[in-house]
């Protein structure tokens, strides 16, 4: 699929909704779209009537019809569909271990589970090079296993362990592996996307200027709709498209900024519609379903590392628990929440993959046990792991803690029992 189209999709809503209540009158509630897609829109594609621009029946009908077509042929190999199954079926299982760890007392502060969104990473990162950028937000511990960092790794810095995968001073909203190009989770809104455009920029500059022909990476920007109300968004998304930076903007939209609704907060709820008036692809995808997303996923892939640049994403997802594990998630009608439920990604990743004839019920029974198993051995694997020693508090903090933390004679600080005299005990 190319995103070729010269007309503006027809609004997914009306405005007479925004007025109404958004557990009832949501427009995402109960939809199978296909894909929606636009680019800026040259003159002559569209007519004009009173300022507002109109596309005309015919493509509209068009592209339904095409997309449709292109529903049909949404296919998998054997060995593509049992990887995704996996490593959705591995985000799953390791966010529900970690709700276990973190009501045992094994994890603090907070944590923020992936549960329900897992055909966006899966249909994502997977389709990524080793050598591709991945840039997360708090929700970070399923970016970090696509990426192909280890469970034990991500678990025991869950658990703040010095084995972890930022040496457990990262925790759960931190998630970071140079090994592994995930530049890090961000705990700020917003915080990850200007990261993200600087990793882009670097892919281009080697290119073009350093003579890298060969340097195709691209970078992936992950964060949700809250974050899409923000300036370091819309700077990004300028500088991206200015530029043409090797850069998708990936819109998580679980409809749920914590515990306001995305329809309460934002103006027009269409995020993949601002693409377009910076110049890239938008585009608005199915995120319960992983072959609308690979499909999505491929073409804004390959634009990027062809030097077409930027596209954002928006895939309409949602979450099954609460903001985080600290959330008594109240706020959400219990009709929202079973709709979205009943439309578990992983069960109709596993439904077409039974129907299709790409794997057996045993096949797939195999990877739930072997997973299963990964997940008991990271949380044993964390558990016993030791704790970071005092002298590792202020490594990383400063690029030359000699003017801060390190004494007259070498050894830190916070070493000197006197250092922590009259504060909290480490």
């Not at 592209?63 to 998998?76: F, I």
């Not at 055909?119 to 950028?133: M, N, P, T, Y």
């Not at 469970?151 to 931190?174: D, N």
Request: charged residues 25%; glycine residues 8%.
């Amino acid at each position: 699929m190319a995103f070729t189209g010269t007309a503006i999709i027809q609004p997914l809503h009306s405005t007479a909704t925004s007025t109404r209540s958004p557990a009832t009158s949501s427009p995402f509630l109960g939809s199978l779209r296909s894909l929606r897609f636009a680019q800026p829109v040259s003159s002559g594609a569209v007519q004009r009537r009173s300022g507002a621009v109109f596309a005309v029946s015919e493509v509209v009908k068009e592209k339904k019809q095409k997309s449709n077509a292109v529903t049909n042929n949404l296919l998998l190999t054997k060995e593509e569909g049992l990887e995704v199954y996996e490593d959705m079926y591995l985000g799953r299982a390791f966010e529900d271990m970690c709700a276990q760890m973190y009501y045992r007392g094994k994890m603090f502060g907070f944590v923020h589970l992936y549960n329900g969104q897992e055909a966006v990473s899966s249909g994502f990162i997977k389709l990524l090079k080793k050598e591709d950028s991945v840039v997360s937000t708090y929700r970070d511990h399923v970016h970090a296993l696509s990426k192909g960092v280890p469970a034990r790794a991500v678990m025991a810095e869950l658990f703040g362990k010095k084995t972890g995968c930022c040496r457990g001073q990262g925790g759960s909203m931190h998630m970071f592996s140079a090994e592994h190009n995930v530049l890090g989770g961000f705990a700020f809104i917003g915080e990850g996307i200007p990261v993200a455009t600087g990793a882009a920029f670097a892919s281009k500059y080697r290119r073009e200027v350093l003579n890298q022909p060969d340097c195709d990476h691209v970078t992936l920007a992950f964060f949700g709709d809250g974050t899409a109300n923000n300036g370091q968004f819309f700077e990004c998304l300028n500088m991206a498209a200015l530029w043409k930076l090797p850069i998708i903007f990936v819109v998580e939209n679980n409809l749920w900024a914590i515990g306001m609704s995305h329809l309460r907060a934002t103006s027009d709820p269409e995020i993949w519609k601002k693409g377009p008036a910076f110049g890239m692809p938008g585009v608005h995808v199915d995120g319960m379903d992983v072959l609308k997303v690979r499909e999505v996923a491929k073409e804004a892939i390959g634009r990027a590392r062809r030097g077409e640049g930027p596209t954002l994403v928006e895939c309409e997802t949602y979450r099954f628990r609460g903001h985080s594990l600290a959330d008594p998630d109240e706020l959400r009608d219990p009709a929202e929440k079973a709709h979205y439920a009943a439309r578990d990604p992983i069960t109709q990743l596993k439904k077409y993959l039974i129907e299709s004839k790409l794997a057996t019920e045993a096949d797939l029974k195999a990877i739930e046990k072997k997973i299963d198993e990964v997940v008991e051995d990271a949380v044993e694997f964390a558990d016993v792991s030791e704790a970071p020693s005092r002298s590792q508090l202020l490594e990383n903090v400063f690029a030359d803690p000699r003017g801060f933390g390190i004494g007259p004679d070498g050894r830190y600080r916070c070493e000197d029992p006197k250092f922590t005299e009259g504060t909290a005990q480490v």
